[in-house]
């Protein structure tokens, strides 16, 4: 029941944080959907724009930004699976997955952007919906 509850206040600061400042870039603020927009671009088109011979250091510093673009997709993966009774191993995966993603985010926020409270929101409903999952997985590991 308390697993349940957390997993809502998640959810609905996930969401809410869609529509908040989410980071700002010199004078540019952009909303969380904006972000979302932006690095989901960098998931459909990773490479876009680089040339032929680019180094593979180049490719490498790129990785925080591809991976960072992962984060929301892997989430909404991640809610539908929690519909099922099943998956748990699936789900289990998954949360890991989104926490090096949502990892790679704050790397990427390092190269200059200030995150703002839509940022920080978005993170603590990520953390939210997760925590059960991680919690249920050292009661489980526990009990052995």
């Not at 250091?57 to 699976?81: K, S, T």
Request: charged share 10%; glycine share 10%.
């Amino acid at each position: 029941m308390i697993a349940r509850f957390v997993r809502i206040a998640g959810l609905a600061a996930f969401a809410v944080a869609f529509f908040l400042p989410a980071v700002r870039e010199r004078s540019n603020v952009y909303e969380g959907w904006q972000c979302a927009a932006i690095t989901l671009g960098s998931v459909i088109h990773p490479f876009e724009g680089l040339s032929v011979h680019v180094r593979a250091v180049d490719v490498l510093a790129g990785i925080p930004f591809i991976l960072d673009g992962w984060v929301n997709p892997l989430m909404a993966a991640y809610l539908i699976m929690l519909m099922f009774r099943g998956f748990l191993r699936t789900r289990r995966v998954l949360s890991c997955a989104i926490l090096v993603c949502l990892i790679s985010c704050w790397v990427v926020i390092g190269t200059g952007l200030v995150p703002l409270i839509g940022h920080f929101l978005w993170a603590g409903g990520i953390l939210l919906i997760l925590s059960p999952e991680f919690l249920g997985l050292f009661r489980v590991q526990n009990a052995k």
